[in-house]
């Protein structure tokens, strides 16, 4: 009888042996039965309209992508896949997005979006007012989004950072109301950045494909997209960091991990990380680069912010997030961290973040001892399972959070096939280094 990881190998060696097509097939079907899953077992009424609108084109396109896996000609054409992919688009992301702010906007009784969405909203109020976006005492949590009502969630906390400002910004402006939701701007934001980053990575048709499945038309992507999405920019930001990594860009992909660092606390472990593995250059200074240009985008807009009032920044940035204030973070989950911050809270409340937090960084720092990532690639798959473990352990989480190690490890498997070419090109370099020293050395002996 064959061990879990023997079974698990022969799994993935029977996965990898499928066409495009048939592994698209698969993962349409299995996302309509997560959205049947929805249906039944969440008790979020913008999920489940969300799966209302996605169950029936998932299952479609699924059998479509299995029938034409069977057709040569519609198999081997580049068309096929790309058309039913701008068809879930179109039916899963784009049709349930704008049904949903138009409920909004028309005041249909009901909650349209998650409560980010007017927590961002009320943020580029404030700010486009002139006012700080941080409350000095704030005393709710986010309530959903019903209406346009500037009374919601004024008083709430705001546990992003400032770069999510941009976002709530045209919800301040004289603008149709549609225009002002704030989830038209963190969708556009992410697919322009997203489609960016597959345009100038040097991946196969396919591979792009995938990639865009997973951040765009999945329930990875197109349900939180439509739902809130304030973490999807963050993902087609560090996307494309990566992208401009392997094309030994470290200054703009720098930049890219910077902006996504400026947004949510979310991004810093992989945007942080990739400053140790960027791809060796002739003047040595990639990892450098990376991190001096990461930091000038990241640095100046945490100081002003903190610096404007450092208690409201402290606040809504540290102990909310923690679950150290005394109106705790609507984020719920059955996982390990929050459910012993349940069990033993109170007095003990302080000590047990501090455990869970040690914890989750000696779990950390043995992966990284054991893996020792040294490619992009390698490095995304390692934040990946330390993410998982954050998740797990963290005292006020979601299940909503798994779409960022679910997507790192897709793109840990897909860019690992860039490896191959970086230790090419870093042969090359090094070649290239001792022609250019012997001519020196040989001048000098003679």
Same mark, same amino acid.
């Given at each position: 009888?064959?061990?879990?990881?023997?079974?698990g190998?022969k799994l993935?060696r029977?996965? $990898?042996?499928?066409?495009?097509?048939?592994?698209?097939a698969m993962?349409?079907l299995a996302?309509?039965?997560?959205a +049947?899953?929805q %249906?039944? +077992?969440?008790t979020?009424p !913008?999920?489940v309209?969300?799966?209302e609108?996605?169950v029936?084109?998932?299952?479609?396109i699924?059998l479509?992508?299995?029938?034409?896996s069977r057709?040569?000609?519609?198999? @081997?054409? #580049?068309?096929? #896949?790309r058309?039913?992919v701008?068809?879930?688009? %179109?039916?899963c992301?784009m049709?349930?997005?704008?049904v949903? +702010?138009?409920?909004r906007v028309?005041?249909?009784p009901g909650? /349209?979006?998650q409560? @980010?969405?007017a927590v961002i909203?009320?943020?580029g109020d404030r700010v486009?007012?002139n006012?700080?976006c941080y409350?000095?005492?704030? /005393?709710?949590v986010g309530?959903g989004?019903?209406?346009f009502s500037k009374?919601?969630d004024a008083?709430?906390?705001?546990?992003?950072l400032p770069?999510m400002i941009i976002?709530?910004?045209?919800n301040?402006l004289?603008?149709?109301?549609?225009?002002r939701d704030a989830?038209?701007?963190?969708?556009?934001?992410t697919l322009l950045?997203?489609?960016?980053?597959?345009l100038?990575s040097r991946l196969s048709?396919?591979?792009?494909?995938?990639l865009f499945?997973?951040?765009?038309?999945?329930?990875t992507g197109?349900?939180?997209?439509?739902?809130g999405g304030d973490?999807?920019p963050i993902? =087609?930001l560090l996307l494309?960091? %990566?992208?401009?990594?392997?094309?030994k860009?470290p200054?703009?992909?720098?930049?890219?991990?910077?902006v996504?660092a400026?947004?949510k606390l979310?991004?810093?472990?992989l945007?942080f990380?990739l400053?140790?593995?960027?791809?060796?250059q002739a003047?040595r200074? =990639? #990892?450098? $680069?990376?991190?001096?240009?990461?930091?000038?985008i990241?640095?100046p807009i945490?100081?002003i912010?903190?610096?404007?009032?450092?208690?409201?920044?402290?606040?809504? @940035? +540290?102990l909310?997030?923690l679950g150290?204030?005394?109106?705790k973070?609507?984020?719920e989950s059955?996982?390990?961290?929050?459910?012993?911050v349940?069990i033993?809270g109170?007095?003990? /409340?302080l000590?047990?973040v501090?455990?869970?937090?040690?914890?989750g960084?000696?779990a950390?720092? &043995?992966?990284?001892?054991r893996?020792?990532?040294?490619?992009p690639s390698?490095?995304?798959g390692y934040?990946a399972?330390?993410?998982?473990?954050a998740?797990l352990l963290?005292p006020?989480?979601r299940f909503g959070y798994?779409?960022?190690?679910?997507?790192m490890?897709?793109?840990?498997?897909?860019?690992?096939?860039?490896?191959? !070419?970086?230790?090419? *090109? /870093?042969s090359?370099?090094e070649?290239?280094?001792e022609r250019?020293?012997?001519?020196t &050395?040989t001048d000098?002996? *003679?």
């Amino acid at each position: 009888m064959l061990s879990a990881p023997q079974q698990g190998r022969k799994l993935w060696r029977i996965l $990898r042996a499928l066409t495009p097509l048939e592994q698209d097939a698969m993962l349409y079907l299995a996302s309509a039965i997560f959205a +049947i899953g929805q %249906l039944f +077992i969440s008790t979020e009424p !913008d999920y489940v309209q969300w799966a209302e609108f996605a169950v029936i084109p998932y299952a479609f396109i699924g059998l479509l992508a299995l029938i034409a896996s069977r057709n040569r000609r519609m198999r @081997e054409s #580049r068309h096929t #896949r790309r058309g039913l992919v701008v068809s879930l688009l %179109l039916l899963c992301l784009m049709v349930p997005l704008t049904v949903s +702010i138009a409920q909004r906007v028309n005041n249909v009784p009901g909650v /349209h979006a998650q409560d @980010e969405v007017a927590v961002i909203e009320r943020c580029g109020d404030r700010v486009a007012n002139n006012q700080n976006c941080y409350l000095d005492s704030p /005393h709710t949590v986010g309530t959903g989004a019903q209406n346009f009502s500037k009374a919601t969630d004024a008083g709430a906390f705001v546990p992003y950072l400032p770069g999510m400002i941009i976002f709530g910004i045209p919800n301040g402006l004289t603008i149709p109301k549609p225009l002002r939701d704030a989830r038209v701007s963190l969708t556009l934001f992410t697919l322009l950045v997203t489609i960016l980053a597959l345009l100038l990575s040097r991946l196969s048709a396919d591979d792009r494909v995938r990639l865009f499945q997973f951040v765009i038309v999945l329930p990875t992507g197109a349900l939180p997209l439509v739902t809130g999405g304030d973490d999807l920019p963050i993902i =087609a930001l560090l996307l494309l960091a %990566l992208v401009l990594s392997y094309r030994k860009q470290p200054v703009l992909a720098g930049i890219a991990g910077g902006v996504a660092a400026a947004i949510k606390l979310t991004a810093w472990p992989l945007a942080f990380a990739l400053a140790l593995v960027q791809p060796r250059q002739a003047n040595r200074f =990639a #990892r450098f $680069r990376y991190g001096t240009a990461l930091l000038a985008i990241l640095a100046p807009i945490i100081a002003i912010a903190s610096l404007i009032d450092p208690k409201a920044f402290f606040v809504n @940035e +540290i102990l909310f997030p923690l679950g150290l204030t005394k109106v705790k973070s609507p984020a719920e989950s059955p996982l390990i961290g929050q459910k012993l911050v349940g069990i033993f809270g109170g007095q003990l /409340h302080l000590v047990v973040v501090v455990v869970l937090v040690v914890v989750g960084a000696e779990a950390a720092l &043995l992966l990284y001892r054991r893996l020792r990532p040294k490619s992009p690639s390698t490095m995304t798959g390692y934040i990946a399972l330390v993410f998982f473990i954050a998740i797990l352990l963290a005292p006020a989480t979601r299940f909503g959070y798994l779409l960022y190690p679910a997507n790192m490890a897709v793109w840990a498997i897909i860019l690992h096939k860039l490896d191959r !070419d970086l230790e090419a *090109s /870093h042969s090359l370099t090094e070649q290239e280094s001792e022609r250019d020293i012997l001519p020196t &050395l040989t001048d000098g002996a *003679s």
